[in-house]
């Protein structure tokens, strides 16, 4: 066997894993909806995240029978599932106003597909972390499955955060992030230093210190570019004057008579 | 050859001035050094390129820098006095490496015309090296006093130096020119055949040499029996070939027969024109004891044989056998012919300058005897009836 045949064998291979792989998520629950849902939002406001599920009845669900939960972290999160038949029609509804449901899914009641959406406020965070910003995440919407022996699995792509912030939080981190910026370009390490106090101040939940902080640091950025700038341009000038001298003197110079005999 | 050129009085200081613009212009390297004596303060600060420390102000006691108002008598007596002033400056000149010095002065004014001869006497005692004197002539309109004054200057700094060169104004004053511009091209024709003349040994870097040197000798020998000497000059632009290039190779086969002949009459009739029409001093050319010819122009433009033929022919008119000639080789699309004659006797306009002074100075001397006679006759009265007061 040659080297042709070889490689031709390992491609087939390739081939073969990928086409099992696709196969095995075909049948998981879809979950469609979170793309429109908001990624971001402050604290106190009100939020929506709807999403609609199908294939209620995949591998990753082997029962014809299971429970379909929810949860949520919003404050006084207003659950409305409604789960539909294969023409559309409205089967069964649940409309909760705490903090999970359940409904029940059942392929013999031609349960097809669900809808689910959950309203509620953001709630105020205690944690704030620059660097990451999971730490200030809600839980805006969690599906699971109970199963019939009482297993909760969490679906698969069936969690949805919404990062959350404060007004305060939003100046604090947009000024840093912009510091940041000014800071790596123009290679400033005294810059860097001070974002990383102001990184600091943002992590304790001193917002305006961290906003003052980053601004400073972006200002001496800014101002020590000028200057560079400056300096670039006023040498540019001097050169081009310099030049422009030069050629006025050479060439009144060329203008002279030089001519011995006449 | 290399000059120490002291310019005496406002028209001397002028020309050098204009010798050094010349210098550092067309790079001659004629100029060794350079210094400006005047009696008054106002035409040493009018010049721009003799330098500061070169510039000396004589008579200061005397005049108080004003000037001696064209007494030439007083001019000699304050240089005379000051002459170690003039020494002073002349011992900064590294007297070694020139040929010879060169006083320039206006002969019709106080300061040149007086002081010259003097400095010239003073520079003999002491150096080795000729001392040549350039001589400015007023012209016939610039009136009595400043002829009477240049008449006998012309006679005391002959004397004095190796050789004077005379400059007449009135052979090139044109009529209906400013003062200022008329005085400034007649500078600069001075300095431009003088400077051709004098320039013609100096070979700097990357200079063609000549076929034939000048070298400051030949100019020394042919001013050496005295006397004096003009200077004719003429120029005529030609095309400058580029000897370098490969077209005009492939020309200049076919017609180089032509350009020979062209080149040589060319050079011929510039000599003739040179000595015959337009000489610093106009004379009757027979009779020059000697002369020196300078062709000068780019190297393919000059040929022995033209220059060769113009000295033969300054031979005949002249009467000499002392011609000396030579090429000075120069990039730039002229050619020039330089006809320096030495020794000229036969010179009509320095005799009617002496017709001129001499009348002039009778007209001064009667009006003196007269003006004592005539006060004598305004102030006192008739019967002699009043009497002064002491």
């Known amino acids: 066997m040659n080297w042709i045949h070889s490689s031709r064998a390992v491609v087939l291979g390739v081939l073969l894993a990928v086409a099992l792989l696709t196969a095995g998520t075909v049948g998981a629950v879809q979950i469609a909806g979170f793309d429109d849902a908001p990624d971001s939002a402050e604290v106190g406001e009100e939020v929506s995240v709807e999403v609609e599920l199908t294939d209620l009845y995949g591998d990753n669900v082997p029962d014809d029978e299971w429970t379909l939960t929810g949860d949520s972290e919003l404050g006084g999160a207003d659950w409305t599932v409604i789960v539909r038949d294969a023409g559309g029609d409205e089967v069964d509804r649940v409309d909760p106003v705490n903090e999970s449901f359940e409904v029940g899914i059942d392929r013999d009641a031609n349960h097809v597909t669900v809808d689910i959406s959950v309203t509620g406020d953001i709630p105020e965070i205690d944690e704030f972390d620059y660097e990451d910003p999971e730490v200030e995440e809600i839980l805006a919407m969690e599906l699971a499955q109970l199963t019939a022996d009482g297993d909760r699995a969490t679906l698969a792509d069936g969690t949805y955060y919404i990062h959350a912030y404060t007004e305060e939080s939003r100046e604090a981190r947009t000024a840093i992030d912009d510091a940041h910026e000014a800071a790596e370009d123009a290679d400033s390490d005294s810059a860097r230093d001070d974002v990383d106090d102001a990184i600091t101040f943002y992590n304790n939940g001193e917002f305006e210190s961290a906003a003052n902080t980053a601004n400073s640091a972006q200002e001496s950025v800014e101002s020590s570019q000028q200057t560079r700038q400056l300096l670039i341009f006023g040498g540019a000038a001097v050169v081009v004057v310099g030049l422009l001298v030069g050629v006025i003197y050479y060439w009144r110079e060329s203008q002279k008579p030089t001519s011995k005999l006449q | ?390």
Not at chain 2, 15 to 25: G, N, P, Q, S, T
Request: one cysteine or more; a negative charge; charged letters at 25%.
């Open chain 2, 1 to 390: 050859m290399k000059l120490a050129m002291i310019g005496f009085g406002q028209a001397g200081g002028k020309i050098v001035d204009k010798f050094l613009e010349y210098d550092a212009r067309t790079g001659s390297g004629i100029v060794q050094a350079a210094i400006a004596v005047n009696t008054a303060r106002a035409d040493l600060m009018g010049l721009q390129n003799v330098p500061q420390e070169s510039r000396v102000l004589i008579g200061q006691a005397r005049v108080k820098g004003h000037g001696v108002g064209a007494d030439n008598e007083l001019g000699a007596e304050i240089t005379e006095e000051d002459i170690d002033e003039v020494q002073g400056a002349i011992d900064n000149v590294p007297v070694h490496e020139i040929d010879a010095f060169l006083i320039v002065a206006g002969l019709g004014g106080g300061t040149g015309s007086g002081g010259s001869p003097v400095l010239a006497k003073h520079l003999k005692r002491i150096y080795t090296e000729p001392v040549y004197g350039l001589g400015v002539l007023p012209g016939s309109d610039e009136g009595g006093i400043y002829t009477l004054n240049a008449a006998r200057s012309f006679q005391t700094f002959v004397r004095e130096v190796d050789n004077l060169l005379v400059f007449d104004n009135d052979a090139w004053r044109k009529t209906g020119e400013s003062v200022e511009g008329g005085y400034a091209e007649i500078n600069d024709e001075i300095v431009r055949r003088f400077g051709v003349m004098f320039g013609a040994g100096e070979v700097g870097l990357g200079d063609d040499v000549a076929e034939s040197v000048v070298d400051s000798s030949e100019i020394i020998n042919t001013l050496a029996g005295g006397g004096v000497s003009t200077v004719g000059y003429d120029a005529e632009t030609v095309e400058e070939y580029n000897s370098g290039g490969l077209l005009s190779r492939f020309k200049s086969n076919n017609k180089d027969d032509m350009q020979t002949a062209n080149t040589t009459n060319r050079i011929t009739s510039l000599v003739r024109k040179a000595a015959l029409g337009r000489l610093t001093l106009p004379c009757e050319i027979e009779g020059a004891e000697r002369a020196l010819l300078v062709v000068s122009g780019p190297p393919e433009h000059l040929n022995r044989k033209g220059i060769e033929r113009g000295r033969k022919w300054l031979e005949e008119q002249t009467g000499s056998m002392e011609v000396r000639g030579g090429d000075y080789p120069v990039h730039e699309p002229n050619v020039a012919a330089a006809v320096l004659l030495s020794g000229v006797h036969n010179v009509p306009r320095i005799k009617e300058l002496q017709q001129v002074a001499i009348e002039a100075q009778e007209n001064i001397d009667e009006i003196q005897k007269e003006s004592e006679e005539n006060l004598e006759s305004l102030v006192e009265d008739n019967e002699d009836e009043l009497d002064p007061l002491f």
